[in-house]
T-cell receptor, first 117, second 113 residues
């Protein structure tokens, strides 16, 4: 149980393109999903918390107009990197919180490797 | 905000030996501490977690200990196997913190034959 699917797994595109990444909880409902960014050989840095039916909460230093998050249903959150540039190249991973109540486990998607040329 | 430090950054052990990874946290309100295993290019996988109302938890070859007073927690892997080789991340989450996890910097564990 607690499977999270993330798509696409790999994106290569030109500078200036907008890229949408989907995160789905397949066998559970997730009122809260999280988006992380991970650089090579580094830790996971939280970008934003995605709440179903409300605006996302962004971490300090993350541009909300650059990284658009939509969580329109209990099983889907999307991250759109708008007008992507080479410095946006990274590994983006989502996670979804299973269960109700505080401090329930987070389950991660497979990640999306984004390369901007 | 919460700060989680993790040591060592790399750890090499012989197959069959034990491995210990240590983390410290700064926020005394943190009450949930998961450990994740991440193989190269893959998703982090939850391997064990512990809440602040217990001091130790064990699952087969993996155990986690928590010292709330000292604000540190450790991952113990016994009888290591080559497939245990991966990057391990500790994390902490505080009550009332919206379930946000703060991750440690990771430990590259290599189990040598």
């Amino acid at each position: 149980g607690a499977v999270v699917s993330q798509h696409p797994s790999w994106v290569i595109c030109k500078s200036g393109t907008s890229v949408k990444i989907e995160c789905r909880s397949l066998d559970f409902q997730a009122t809260t999903m999280f988006w992380y960014r991970q650089f090579p050989k580094q830790s996971l840095m939280l970008m934003a918390t995605s709440n179903e039916g409300s605006k996302a909460t962004y971490e300090q230093g993350v541009e909300k107009d650059k990284f658009l998050i939509n969580h329109a249903s209990l099983t889907l959150s999307t991250l759109t990197v708008t007008s992507a540039h080479p410095e946006d190249s990274s590994f983006y991973i989502c996670s979804a919180k299973s269960g109700t109540g505080p401090n329930q486990p987070q389950h991660f998607g497979d990640g999306t490797r984004l390369s901007i040329l | 905000g919460e700060n989680v430090e993790q040591h060592p950054s790399t750890l090499s052990v012989q197959e069959g030996d034990s491995a210990v990874i240590k983390c410290t946290y700064s926020d005394s309100a943190s009450n949930y501490f998961p450990w994740y295993k991440q193989e190269l290019g893959k998703r982090p996988q939850l391997i064990i977690d512990i809440r602040s109302n217990v001091g130790e938890k064990k699952d087969q070859r993996i155990a986690v200990t928590l010292n709330k007073t000292a604000k540190h927690f450790s991952l113990h892997i016994t009888e290591t196997q080559p497939e245990d080789s991966a990057v391990y991340f500790c994390a902490a989450s505080r009550r009332g913190g919206g379930n946000k996890l703060t991750f440690g910097t990771g430990t590259q564990l290599k189990v040598e034959l």
